[in-house]
């Protein structure tokens, strides 16, 4: 059985800049995705019931890209790494490259990003 995480409104689930060992699955409720700009922290996207956050840095080992806060009570699905990484090592060479391709993409879009 799958570890769950509730979330209270304002409650910060992921800060930009650290470390990660998890992803998650967002069963129920909305999260605000936040890129800090100097003292601030804008809102750069919404992450809704049925979507995964978390998963760069999950799978890229990078620090995460920015800060994540529930929008509204928020039930989560904890993803450890142990558990993931016995699927994915499991896929054939090219699931592997095409996720590592996507990934390297999207942190290079992600780094474009002006808030």
Known sequence: MSDKIMLKVDEYLLREGEESSAMY??????????KRQGDVEKQIGTIYAGEVVGEMSFLDKEPRSASIKAMT???????????????????????????????????KANARIRV
């Not at 054939?92 to 996507?102: D, R, S």
């Open 25 to 34: 699955f967002l069963q129920t409720g909305t999260l605000a995705v936040l």
């Open 73 to 107: 009570e928020s039930e989560l699905v904890v993803i450890p790494s142990e558990k993931f990484d016995k699927v994915f090592k499991a896929q054939p060479n090219w699931y592997k490259a095409l996720i590592n391709t996507l990934l390297e993409r999207l942190r």
